[in-house]
């Protein structure tokens, strides 16, 4: 049974930071790539970072340079570092697994107050 699931997630001031994690389990987690998504209310799920198999990383253009994406295989963990946090931060952060047809996990909460 395979298994996606965030943790990390809370308030903090604006400036502030948080490390997501999102462990994977039912799965062989380091051959698989793994995506970091945020909604806000009102708008679509969009990318934050992905980083492959081979610990190869991307980013979303406007977040490159305050996100830090990871993983530890031996832990089946994948991390999102965040950094100089603003209130447009604010959303639901899900994780996504490329493992079959794709797993979602059931998200976490982050919110930036100013």
């Known amino acids: 049974q395979v298994q996606v699931v965030e943790s990390g997630g809370g308030s903090v001031q604006s400036g502030g930071s948080l490390r997501l994690s999102c462990v994977g389990s039912?799965?062989?987690?380091?051959?698989?790539?793994v995506g970091w998504y945020r909604q806000s209310p009102g708008n679509e799920r969009e990318l934050v970072a992905i980083?492959?198999?081979?610990?190869?990383?991307t980013y979303a253009p406007a977040l490159e340079g305050r996100f830090t994406i990871s993983r530890d295989n031996a832990k089946n963990t994948c991390y999102l570092e965040m950094a100089s946090l603003e209130p447009e931060d604010t959303a639901v952060y899900y994780c996504?697994?490329?493992?079959?047809?794709?797993?979602w996990g059931q998200g976490t909460q982050v919110t930036v107050s100013s």
């Open positions: 996504y697994v490329g493992y079959e047809h794709g797993y």
């Open positions: 039912g799965f062989t987690f380091s051959d698989e790539w």
């Open positions: 980083v492959g198999s081979n610990h190869a990383t």
